[in-house]
């Protein structure tokens, strides 16, 4: 009797003969390889888009030159010129713009060397995939500018056509000279990308004798490193000589964060997943006990009897992790542009239009899939050996023999619990640079406490039912009365549907909870930082955002503060500076004026101390994740690289800023326009004298500067709104993950009572016969599953309740490297409760309608 024989004779007819079981098996472990997938593919897609760009805009240059992100002197080009073994080296400028009519979208902007550029990169203003018809005409005029086809198609624009571009400068026009094909540069940044000569993009950028940033090639015979070491002499500390490569791993890191927990979120559906291919091989063990027994009667081992349950569990698996990359590859498609906008709003600009994937990664979900249904299958296929022959084909009453937990189940989830109890108690008292005070810590204190109250199930569930019994049963009539007492039958595997429930339940209460506390620790702080009543931003709602922001003037303070109404007008200005390889956030702001008006949370420090000590001075304040990272207190000075050279500043305060996860830190306005030697803003705050109508004042700001700006001014309480959007895109992929995993659950309920019919086809004819009808026999199968579900729902959203506060110490006390207070989402509790009652009732109507559907004659046909 060979597996092989087994498999096609036996498992294959059972299979199909039990299709309804095996597609909803199946579905489990198809929607958590789904999720898997389709993370995996956004992923990957947005890194990709981010290497792409970099590659298409660098070219040939194996090498490039970065400083402050407001630039740096050109002076600096011809120090790397002159290094031996560099064989091109070509500056660039690379900022943002935006259109006076059209999209509100902005566009990169490109500022070459016309002459030089050809060097580096794969085009010339003359090459075929440029139609320029007249390229002298692009180089006399600075009013120059070439657009890609896309670009321009997509704005309605054409050749020759002029055109209102907001730059640093206010509105300015162009003439577009001609049209680039989707190639080389022309198709970075999915082709929002304009190119300009560099020296009419330094006067419209405001970047006057100042570069972004050189591209380098070497010679053949020289060696990569050796020529990148001459050139870092070369040049003054503070610059940053690396492959485009490095860039790329610059913005890998920066996201990182956000794309593990979107990992997380995947692996928890394939858990769920698990949870429905237990309960269903298990259903199986029992369905086929008499089967079973005549197999091992006939010489098969137990050995091939595990194989066999395995075998099918295989197939199953293989098939749905099949289905579910096609499944995922859609859901990808749909999410894209979403994870996409979340990217850019958080961390750089990227398109991410074209879904990029590898077969690596779909043969890595389906492996994982199918292991994890392999692994889940393995307890019950072991328990399938344990059953006597004897036993099994005299038919004798049911037992679960190996299925049930059992006593040392018990004992494992107490054990479990306790041990996520005391890796937490460790976690809360360890020193902040203790390997402690890590997110595997806080992940796995998570993953013990889930799997231990999972093994309680069985415990709660019977507590469960008692209490309905002596509370509400009677009040349901025989419906009621019978419901529990079936549900006590078969406790362990009732108990794993109500584990899946609790999963997928825990799950969504923990999300939401830390999404609505993240939500509030973030307003609250945007309430701290921002009191003004207006918001001036240019090119983008949130000035602060990702890689669209458009500065504006510095000294269109004073322009400002001319309008009626207007109070004052307090500069912001934003950029990210390089220290150690990390891109670290800067903030500059007008102290005196940001103290007066705003409260920021001080965490080590003195508030009293920040108006004597930042004004004019060489000072900083730095968030708590820096501080903790460099190990920074009040009175240490930490040395920052600025356009002269490294210099050391003094740090005032720690406080919590929630504004970038890579670490923050704010310094006066007028001592970074005396070192940096930059005077722009990328918002500012307008107070509105007492009295003064604040919609009268926005109106007139902007009827102020209508022909000079495309200016964006905003009520404090829309920018509040355009803040919270862009925190709820952050967590979508959540939100529909947590909705698979009750899907996932829904399923094994509905696995559970088909299963529960099937065995009582006698009881239920019993009923039928006695006088039961058929709208009671739907009612008591329908009460068992509310039962499941309410079971499920409550032990989940009690659990969730500390897995929320689990996650939110892992997401932000570790990754953002910020304190935020844990906020329980009520509202989430009682949606989750009636979801999972809804899901239950949902999910009990197939087997319900197969119960009242029961044939009195066939079921008591042995009688």
Same mark, same amino acid.
């Given at each position: 009797?060979?597996?092989?024989?087994?498999?096609?004779?036996?498992?294959?007819?059972?299979?199909?003969?039990?299709?309804?079981?095996?597609?909803?098996?199946?579905?489990?472990?198809?929607?958590?390889?789904?999720?898997?997938?389709?993370?995996?593919?956004?992923?990957?897609?947005?890194?990709?888009?981010?290497?792409?760009?970099?590659?298409?805009?660098?070219?040939?240059?194996?090498?490039?030159?970065?400083?402050?992100?407001?630039?740096?002197?050109?002076?600096?080009?011809?120090?790397?010129?002159?290094?031996?073994?560099?064989?091109?080296?070509? /500056?660039?400028?690379?900022?943002?713009?935006?259109?006076?009519?059209?999209?509100?979208?902005?566009?990169?902007?490109?500022?070459?060397?016309?002459?030089?550029?050809?060097?580096?990169?794969? =085009?010339?203003?003359?090459?075929?995939?440029? !139609?320029?018809?007249?390229?002298?005409?692009?180089?006399?005029? /600075?009013?120059?500018?070439?657009?890609?086809?896309?670009?321009?198609?997509?704005?309605?624009?054409?050749?020759?056509?002029?055109?209102?571009?907001?730059?640093?400068?206010?509105?300015?026009?162009?003439?577009? %000279?001609?049209?680039?094909?989707?190639?080389? /540069?022309?198709?970075?940044?999915?082709?929002?990308?304009?190119?300009?000569?560099?020296?009419?993009?330094?006067?419209?950028?405001?970047?006057?004798?100042?570069?972004?940033?050189?591209? *380098?090639?070497?010679?053949?015979?020289?060696?990569?490193?050796?020529?990148?070491?001459?050139?870092?002499?070369?040049?003054?500390?503070?610059?940053? *000589?690396?492959?485009?490569?490095?860039?790329? %791993?610059?913005?890998?890191?920066?996201?990182?964060?956000?794309?593990?927990?979107?990992?997380?979120?995947?692996?928890?559906?394939?858990?769920?997943?698990?949870?429905?291919?237990?309960?269903?091989?298990?259903?199986?063990?029992?369905?086929?006990?008499?089967?079973?027994?005549?197999?091992?009667?006939?010489?098969?081992?137990?050995?091939?009897?595990?194989?066999?349950?395995?075998?099918?569990?295989?197939?199953?698996?293989?098939?749905?992790?099949?289905?579910?990359?096609?499944?995922?590859?859609?859901?990808?498609?749909?999410?894209?542009?979403?994870?996409?906008?979340?990217?850019?709003?958080?961390?750089?600009?990227?398109?991410?239009?074209?879904?990029?994937?590898?077969?690596?990664?779909?043969?890595?979900?389906?492996?994982?899939?199918?292991? @994890?249904?392999?692994?889940?299958?393995?307890?019950?296929?072991?328990?399938?050996?344990?059953?006597?022959?004897?036993?099994?084909?005299?038919?004798?009453?049911?037992?679960?023999? #190996?299925?049930?937990?059992?006593?040392?189940?018990?004992?494992?989830?107490?054990?479990?619990?306790?041990?996520? #109890?005391?890796?937490?108690?460790?976690?809360?008292?360890?020193?902040?640079?203790?390997?402690?005070?890590?997110?595997?810590?806080?992940?796995?204190?998570?993953?013990?406490?889930?799997?231990?109250?999972?093994?309680?199930?069985?415990?709660?569930? %019977?507590?469960?039912?008692?209490?309905?019994?002596?509370?509400?049963?009677?009040?349901?009539?025989?419906?009621?009365?019978?419901?529990?007492?079936?549900?006590?039958?078969?406790?362990?595997?009732?108990?794993?549907?109500?584990? @899946?429930?609790?999963?997928?339940?825990?799950?969504? *209460?923990?999300?939401?909870?830390?999404?609505?506390?993240?939500?509030?620790?973030?307003?609250?702080?945007?309430?701290?930082?921002?009191?003004?009543?207006?918001?001036?931003?240019?090119?983008?709602?949130?000035?602060?955002?990702?890689?669209?922001?458009? /500065?504006?003037?510095?000294?269109?303070?004073?322009?400002?503060?001319?309008?009626?109404?207007?109070?004052?007008? !307090?500069?912001?200005?934003?950029?990210?500076?390089?220290? @150690?390889?990390?891109?670290?956030?800067?903030?500059?702001?007008?102290?005196?004026?940001?103290?007066?008006?705003?409260?920021?949370?001080?965490?080590?420090?003195?508030?009293?101390?920040?108006?004597?000590?930042?004004?004019?001075?060489?000072?900083?304040?730095?968030?708590?994740?820096?501080?903790?990272? =460099?190990?920074?207190?009040?009175?240490?000075?930490?040395?920052?690289?600025?356009?002269?050279?490294?210099?050391?500043?003094?740090?005032?305060?720690?406080?919590?800023?929630?504004?970038? !996860?890579?670490?923050?830190?704010?310094?006066?306005?007028?001592? =970074?326009?005396?070192?940096?030697?930059?005077?722009?803003?990328?918002?500012?705050?307008?107070?509105?004298?007492?009295?003064?109508?604040?919609?009268?004042?926005?109106?007139?700001?902007?009827?102020?500067?209508?022909?000079?700006?495309?200016?964006?001014?905003?009520?404090?309480?829309?920018?509040?709104?355009?803040?919270?959007?862009?925190?709820?895109?952050?967590?979508?992929?959540? !939100?529909?993950?947590?909705?698979?995993?009750?899907?996932?659950?829904?399923?094994?309920?509905?696995?559970?009572?088909?299963?529960?019919?099937?065995?009582?086809?006698?009881?239920?004819?019993?009923?039928?016969?006695?006088?039961?009808?058929?709208?009671?026999?739907?009612?008591?199968?329908?009460?068992?599953?509310?039962?499941?579900?309410?079971?499920?729902?409550?032990?989940?959203?009690?659990?969730?309740?500390?897995?929320?506060?689990?996650?939110?110490?892992?997401?932000?006390?570790?990754?953002?490297?910020?304190?935020?207070?844990?906020?329980?989402? =009520?509202?989430?509790?009682?949606?989750?409760?009636?979801?999972?009652?809804?899901?239950?009732?949902?999910?009990?109507?197939?087997?319900?309608? %197969?119960?009242?559907?029961?044939?009195?004659?066939?079921?008591?046909?042995?009688?």
């Amino acid at each position: 009797m060979t597996f092989t024989n087994l498999l096609r004779h036996i498992s294959l007819k059972h299979l199909i003969l039990k299709k309804g079981q095996t597609l909803i098996a199946a579905a489990g472990i198809c929607l958590g390889v789904a999720a898997m997938i389709s993370i995996d593919i956004v992923n990957n897609s947005v890194l990709r888009s981010f290497e792409d760009s970099i590659s298409r805009i660098t070219g040939r240059a194996v090498l490039q030159v970065t400083g402050a992100e407001s630039g740096f002197p050109e002076q600096m080009l011809d120090r790397v010129q002159t290094v031996p073994g560099v064989e091109y080296a070509v /500056p660039v400028i690379e900022t943002n713009a935006s259109l006076a009519e059209g999209s509100e979208r902005s566009f990169a902007v490109l500022g070459i060397d016309v002459l030089q550029d050809n060097n580096i990169r794969s =085009y010339s203003v003359t090459d075929e995939s440029a !139609d320029i018809p007249d390229p002298l005409l692009f180089l006399a005029k /600075p009013d120059s500018i070439l657009m890609t086809r896309e670009m321009a198609a997509r704005e309605g624009l054409k050749i020759d056509q002029k055109i209102q571009v907001q730059t640093v400068q206010g509105l300015k026009t162009f003439m577009i %000279r001609g049209l680039l094909d989707p190639d080389g /540069p022309a198709k970075a940044a999915g082709g929002d990308i304009a190119i300009m000569d560099i020296y009419a993009a330094q006067i419209a950028f405001g970047k006057d004798a100042k570069i972004d940033r050189i591209d *380098v090639s070497i010679l053949r015979e020289e060696t990569l490193d050796a020529v990148k070491e001459r050139i870092q002499a070369a040049l003054p500390q503070g610059y940053n *000589v690396d492959t485009p490569a490095g860039r790329t %791993r610059q913005i890998e890191n920066l996201t990182a964060r956000f794309r593990k927990s979107m990992d997380v979120i995947s692996f928890m559906a394939l858990f769920v997943g698990m949870y429905l291919i237990y309960n269903a091989v298990s259903i199986s063990v029992v369905q086929r006990r008499k089967e079973i027994g005549v197999l091992r009667a006939l010489g098969a081992t137990r050995g091939q009897v595990i194989r066999l349950f395995l075998g099918e569990t295989l197939l199953i698996s293989l098939v749905a992790s099949l289905l579910g990359t096609c499944l995922g590859y859609f859901f990808a498609k749909l999410s894209i542009s979403i994870v996409a906008q979340t990217v850019s709003d958080m961390y750089a600009r990227t398109s991410a239009a074209e879904l990029q994937f590898s077969w690596l990664h779909f043969l890595k979900d389906i492996c994982i899939g199918i292991g @994890a249904s392999v692994a889940a299958a393995a307890l019950p296929a072991r328990a399938s050996a344990r059953i006597a022959p004897v036993s099994a084909i005299r038919s004798l009453p049911f037992s679960t023999d #190996g299925v049930s937990l059992g006593r040392a189940m018990k004992i494992a989830s107490i054990s479990l619990v306790t041990l996520s #109890g005391l890796l937490l108690l460790a976690y809360k008292s360890a020193d902040q640079s203790s390997p402690i005070k890590s997110a595997a810590t806080t992940s796995s204190a998570m993953l013990l406490l889930l799997l231990g109250v999972s093994l309680f199930t069985p415990v709660f569930l %019977r507590w469960f039912i008692a209490r309905f019994h002596g509370n509400v049963a009677s009040r349901l009539g025989a419906s009621g009365r019978l419901a529990g007492l079936n549900l006590e039958k078969n406790m362990s595997r009732n108990a794993v549907a109500v584990a @899946a429930v609790f999963f997928s339940i825990a799950l969504s *209460v923990s999300s939401s909870s830390m999404i609505y506390s993240a939500q509030r620790g973030l307003m609250d702080y945007i309430d701290s930082v921002e009191r003004s009543d207006i918001l001036v931003t240019s090119g983008h709602p949130l000035a602060s955002a990702g890689a669209s922001n458009i /500065p504006m003037p510095g000294d269109m303070k004073h322009d400002l503060e001319q309008i009626p109404g207007v109070r004052s007008a !307090d500069p912001f200005r934003k950029l990210f500076i390089n220290i @150690a390889g990390k891109r670290v956030l800067l903030e500059t702001v007008d102290t005196v004026r940001w103290l007066e008006h705003n409260i920021c949370t001080v965490t080590a420090g003195r508030f009293e101390d920040l108006g004597r000590l930042l004004p004019n001075q060489d000072n900083i304040l730095v968030n708590e994740s820096f501080a903790a990272r =460099y190990r920074l207190k009040p009175g240490d000075t930490f040395e920052l690289p600025t356009p002269n050279g490294p210099m050391r500043f003094g740090v005032t305060a720690v406080i919590v800023s929630y504004a970038s !996860d890579s670490g923050v830190i704010i310094m006066d306005g007028h001592t =970074y326009g005396r070192i940096w030697q930059d005077r722009l803003a990328d918002m500012f705050s307008i107070y509105v004298k007492p009295g003064e109508n604040i919609a009268a004042v926005r109106e007139a700001i902007q009827k102020r500067f209508s022909t000079e700006r495309k200016l964006f001014v905003l009520p404090s309480l829309e920018f509040r709104q355009e803040i919270k959007k862009m925190v709820d895109r952050s967590f979508v992929m959540n !939100d529909a993950v947590n909705i698979l995993t009750l899907v996932i659950a829904g399923f094994g309920i509905i696995v559970t009572l088909l299963a529960s019919v099937m065995e009582r086809t006698r009881e239920l004819g019993l009923l039928r016969a006695i006088g039961m009808k058929r709208s009671q026999v739907s009612g008591l199968v329908i009460t068992e599953s509310l039962l499941l579900g309410a079971a499920g729902g409550l032990l989940g959203s009690a659990t969730g309740v500390l897995i929320g506060w689990i996650n939110l110490e892992g997401f932000f006390r570790i990754d953002f490297g910020a304190s935020i207070t844990y906020h329980i989402h =009520y509202a989430s509790i009682a949606w989750a409760l009636l979801l999972s009652a809804g899901l239950s009732i949902l999910a009990g109507f197939y087997p319900a309608k %197969r119960a009242a559907k029961t044939n009195i004659v066939e079921a008591l046909s042995y009688e």
